[in-house]
């Protein structure tokens, strides 16, 4: 049986001159859940680093509570679909986002041709594909 593992993202994009993307985090997981826990896990660390109170903060905050979005979530992951989910604060857009790779024949191994799950982001969002 062909392992599948998880890698998971978090990424900041700068809408600035010159474009800047940042790499905040990083983790490969062997487990669904494990994948799952470190996207909430990094939601609550953006949380805590972006101003209180504000749109964006709400909005992760919301989406790392739900779950509904978190079975989502797992739902997608699970069944090969990438997913993400971002939120603008002020001129940076953060992106959590997830991938699967390997199992025998199962979507999303890797080749990056697997449908995409972004749950709770909009539809002008999606212009930038998963790394």
Same mark, same amino acid.
């Given at each position: 049986?062909?392992?599948?593992?998880?890698?998971?993202?978090?990424?900041?994009?700068?809408?600035?001159?010159?474009?800047?993307?940042?790499?905040?985090? &990083?983790?490969?997981?062997?487990?669904?859940?494990?994948?799952? @826990?470190?996207?909430?896990?990094?939601? @609550?660390?953006?949380?805590?680093?972006?101003?209180?109170?504000?749109?964006? &903060?709400?909005?992760?905050? &919301?989406?790392?509570?739900?779950?509904?979005?978190?079975?989502?979530?797992?739902?997608?992951?699970? @069944? +090969?679909? !990438?997913?993400?989910?971002?939120?603008?604060?002020?001129?940076?857009?953060?992106?959590?986002?997830?991938?699967?790779? +390997?199992?025998?024949?199962?979507?999303?191994?890797?080749?990056?041709? +697997?449908? !995409?799950?972004?749950?709770?982001?909009? !539809?002008?969002?999606?212009?930038?594909? &998963?790394?």
């Amino acid at each position: 049986m062909d392992e599948v593992e998880y890698r998971c993202w978090v990424t900041a994009v700068a809408d600035a001159e010159p474009y800047a993307e940042k790499a905040l985090g &990083a983790a490969r997981t062997p487990s669904l859940l494990l994948a799952a @826990s470190w996207l909430r896990a990094q939601a @609550s660390l953006l949380v805590w680093r972006l101003e209180p109170h504000t749109p964006a &903060a709400a909005r992760l905050a &919301a989406w790392r509570d739900d779950a509904r979005r978190q079975w989502q979530v797992s739902d997608s992951l699970g @069944s +090969g679909e !990438d997913v993400r989910f971002r939120v603008r604060h002020g001129e940076t857009t953060y992106e959590l986002a997830a991938r699967r790779f +390997g199992g025998a024949g199962a979507p999303g191994t890797g080749t990056g041709t +697997g449908p !995409d799950r972004e749950t709770g982001a909009t !539809d002008g969002d999606r212009a930038r594909p &998963a790394p």
